[in-house]
């Protein structure tokens, strides 16, 4: 290994140091009927997540013929990225690999070590700490490095956006195109849910714990800030664990019934903490959301995500410059955001730890 790359984020650190491509690293979905069990044995291997959740959610994707969104949404955003480095005269290819389906990131990243990638930029498709939207990345680049073994290229992942200025920005000219549809609404944000154990664990011990609701509460803030909202909400989605299990709470659709009673005649529902419009905000808050809200008569409308704005490639593009030219890292905050490590270290000692989880469903 170069001795040059050792050490964490060593953005600017060390002088220039060359990277050949960047590896776009996300969640995976089904493209078809027969894709959907498969992919979810994957993503709950060994999670205890129990078994009727699975086929209550493999409901959701057969709803939409077993196509999640989330590949074709990531080819997408891909394509802007390369369009946008091409512009910029930065020559760095991009390969696209998921944790949980085909493209598997085991198999991109043995098609880039082929092509002669030594040294790579990692953009994971998360803006957050904590361990599903950080760790777990880290986790996916030790495992595709170990799987193709000796001379597995350097891995180097870019660090958490939740409050770069461009991520809110996009965000908050959304919650605006919203609140034209439903003036006056209650701006909700919303977040996928975690385990409250995971949220304890998220960050490293000596902050406390909370890092991953901490930023999601923080970049709302900020979205609000900017779009003018003076009032909102953080509430979660998608929980999945056993009953028995606390997770991070209110859910969106509870929540919705909590507005309805206090009065409120309209939502406006911004999920701030994803980046993309994959299978769980349309069916979760399109689907479920929406029709509880339309079952008590409230006008309703989802603030659309970043991916598909044209700041997102730039924010991309921003990320990789802090470290092929150290440009500065432009944050509306001053919490932590970490995330940027090489070949999968943690970003602190117990960082984002995963929690025991049970043996048996
Ligand atoms: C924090 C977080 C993010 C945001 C950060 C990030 O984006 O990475 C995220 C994203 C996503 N989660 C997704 C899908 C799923 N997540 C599941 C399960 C879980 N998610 C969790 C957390 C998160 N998940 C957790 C703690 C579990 C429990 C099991 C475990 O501890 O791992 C399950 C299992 C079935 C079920 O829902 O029970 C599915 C199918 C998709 C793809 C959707 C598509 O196909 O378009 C995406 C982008
Ligand atoms: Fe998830």
């Known amino acids: 290994m170069t001795p040059a790359l050792r050490g964490r984020c060593h953005n600017g650190k060390m002088g220039r140091v060359g990277y050949d491509a960047l590896l776009w690293l996300s969640f995976g979905g089904p493209e078809g009927p027969d894709e959907v069990m498969p992919f979810l044995e994957n993503v709950t291997r060994g999670r205890g997540v129990p078994r009727e959740r699975l086929l209550e959610v493999s409901e959701h994707y057969q709803h939409f013929g077993g196509v999640s969104p989330i590949n074709r949404l990531n080819r997408d955003a891909i394509a802007a990225v390369e369009a946008k480095l091409a512009s910029e005269g930065l020559d760095l290819p991009v390969y696209f690999g998921n944790r949980n389906w085909k493209p598997m990131a085991e198999d991109t990243l043995a098609e880039m070590a082929a092509a002669g990638v030594r040294r790579a930029l990692v953009f994971p498709t998360s803006a957050y700490g904590g361990y599903s939207a950080c760790r777990q990345y880290d986790e996916d680049i030790v495992r595709i490095r170990e799987a193709l073994g000796a001379g597995a290229p350097d891995l180097v992942k870019l660090r958490q956006f939740f409050d770069h200025p461009l991520f809110v920005a996009a965000f908050a000219d959304a919650v605006k195109e919203a609140l034209v549809k439903v003036p006056g609404a209650r701006v909700v944000f919303t977040a996928h849910s975690v385990p409250t154990s995971a949220d304890n664990n998220a960050g490293p011990p000596s902050e406390g714990g909370n890092r991953y609701s901490k930023q999601i509460h923080e970049a709302a803030r900020l979205v609000a800030l900017e779009a003018g909202v003076a009032e909102y909400d953080v509430v979660w989605q998608s929980r999945s664990g056993p009953p028995q299990v606390p997770w991070l709470e209110p859910d969106i ?25 994959h299978l769980e905000v349309i069916w979760d808050l399109d689907n479920e959301a929406a029709e509880r809200a339309e079952e008590h008569g409230m006008a309703f409308a989802r603030a659309g995500t970043p991916d598909t704005d044209p700041r997102f490639a730039e924010l991309v593009v921003e990320l990789v410059r802090e470290h092929v030219e150290n440009a500065p890292a432009r944050k509306l905050s001053r919490f932590p955001a970490a995330g940027c490590t090489l070949n999968g270290e943690p970003c602190a000692i117990a960082c984002c730890e995963p929690v025991k989880r049970p043996a048996k469903a």
């Open 253 to 277: 659709v509870d929540h919705i019934d909590a507005l309805h009673a206090d009065g409120v005649t309209g939502v406006v529902v911004c999920p701030v903490g994803f980046v993309s419009d």
